[in-house]
């Protein structure tokens, strides 16, 4: 059911509905999964979350994007926090 009631979510634009495939559950646990790690979620909570034994498969599916690593590190950057000079 959740499948097909994201076929016009997932292709906007596409009428015919039989080419047109939603998403699965799945791929909504690996999404939410990659967007907590973006937002700084550690490593021990996203193995509980989802339930991997390993930080190796929990690595294919928690992949935060460029700008999640783009804003992580400018969060850190000791000039933009004021820190100039010190480490």
Do not use: C
Not at 4 to 22: E, F, K, S, V
């Amino acid at each position: 059911m959740f499948e097909a009631l994201t076929r016009p979510l997932a292709h906007p634009g596409i009428t015919d509905l039989a080419i047109r495939a939603g998403w699965t559950l799945h791929q909504l646990r690996h999404s939410a999964l990659t967007h907590e790690a973006e937002d700084g979620t550690n490593t021990p909570t996203l193995l509980a979350r989802s339930r991997h034994a390993s930080v190796r498969a929990l690595e294919r599916y928690a992949r935060p994007g460029v700008d999640a690593v783009a804003a992580h590190v400018a969060a850190r950057d000791p000039l933009r926090r004021g820190n100039r000079g010190r480490t």
